[in-house]
C-alpha cells in the first residue's frame, strides 16, 4: 500500500514539470550549461596529462550534476509547507513517510532525465566511456546512489528551512563552494595546498574521481592521500554516511511537524 501512495505522490510531482518546466532547470538544463561553457570556453586552455579535457570535463559534471538535486527538492518541500499541502496530506487516511518518499522518488526521476542530457552532451563534445559495461553501469549506480543519498540531506534542509526563498539560498551557498573546491573542473593537485586539503576530502572530488576511473576517462595528477587514492570506496563510504545521516533526521523532522 506503502509503495502505491509513493508511487501516486511521486508522480504528482512530475506531473508539475509540463506545466513549469523550470523547475527542472537544476537537473536537466544547469549541467548542460555548465558542460558547453567550460568545453568551449576553458577546454583549450587547460591540459589533461594522459586525455583529454573534455572527457575528463564530462565526467565532472555528472558528478557536479549528482547534487543539482539538493535546492529543487528543498525548495519543493519547503512550497509544500507554506502552501499547507502537507496539512492537507496529514489529514488524508495515508502512511507520513510516503509523502517525502514520494518528493525523493520524483527527484531521482527528474536527475536520471538530466543524466542522460550530459551524457547527450558529453558524447557531442567528444566524450566516450572507455571502460567496460560493468564498468560504465558501476558509474552511473554510484552516481546515482549519491544523488539518491544527497536528496535526502535536500529534504532535510527543506523541512527545517520551510521558506522557499531561504531553502534555495542556503542550498546553492553550500553547493557552490563544493562545486569549485573540488576536482570537478581541474584537477587538485596543481590548487594551493589550503584549498588543496580542502577539496581532498571534499565529496565531489571523490565522486567525480570515481567516475573518471570507471568511464576509463584521465584522472590527472592525483595527491597521494586515500580519499582519492581509493575514490570508489570513498564514494560508497560518503553515500552511506549521508543515509545514515540525513534519513533518520528528515522522517524525524517530518514527524515532529505533523504531530
Known amino acids: 500500500m506503502m509503495l502505491l501512495e509513493i508511487r501516486l505522490l511521486a508522480g504528482r510531482s512530475l506531473r508539475h514539470i509540463p506545466r513549469i518546466p523550470e523547475k527542472a532547470f537544476g537537473a536537466v538544463l544547469l549541467p548542460l550549461v555548465f558542460v558547453l561553457l567550460f568545453a568551449y570556453v576553458f577546454g583549450s586552455a587547460i591540459h589533461i596529462p594522459g586525455g583529454d579535457y573534455h572527457s575528463y570535463l564530462v565526467s565532472g559534471i555528472f558528478a557536479q550534476s549528482m547534487i543539482g538535486t539538493i535546492p529543487g527538492i528543498a525548495v519543493g518541500v519547503a512550497s509544500d509547507i507554506r502552501s499547507g499541502l502537507m496539512d492537507r496530506l496529514r489529514t488524508l487516511p495515508i502512511a507520513r513517510g510516503s509523502v517525502i518518499a514520494g ?81 570537478i573542473f581541474v584537477p587538485v593537485a596543481g590548487l594551493p595546498t589550503p584549498l588543496r586539503e580542502i577539496a581532498e576530502i571534499n565529496p565531489l572530488t571523490s565522486l567525480a574521481t570515481a567516475v573518471r576511473e570507471l568511464f576509463g576517462s584521465a584522472t590527472g595528477p592525483l595527491p597521494d592521500v586515500f580519499t582519492l587514492q581509493h575514490p570508489v570506496l570513498t564514494s560508497l563510504g560518503w553515500a552511506i554516511a549521508f543515509l545514515v545521516v540525513f534519513v533518520p533526521l528528515a522522517v524525524r523532522r517530518y514527524q515532529r511537524m505533523t504531530h
Not at 572507455?130 to 544527497?150: P, Q, R, S
Open 103 to 183: 518528493r525523493t522518488i520524483a527527484e531521482m526521476v527528474e536527475l536520471i532525465a538530466g543524466t542522460a542530457v550530459v551524457a547527450l552532451c558529453g558524447l557531442i563534445v567528444g566524450w566516450r566511456p572507455h571502460g567496460t559495461v560493468l564498468d560504465t553501469i558501476g558509474a552511473f549506480g554510484l552516481l546515482w546512489l549519491m544523488a539518491f543519498a544527497v536528496t535526502w540531506a535536500g529534504v532535510f534542509l527543506g523541512l527545517l528551512v520551510r521558506d522557499p526563498d531561504g531553502a534555495d539560498g542556503i542550498a546553492m551557498t553550500i553547493i557552490f563552494p563544493l562545486m569549485f573546491l573540488s576536482g
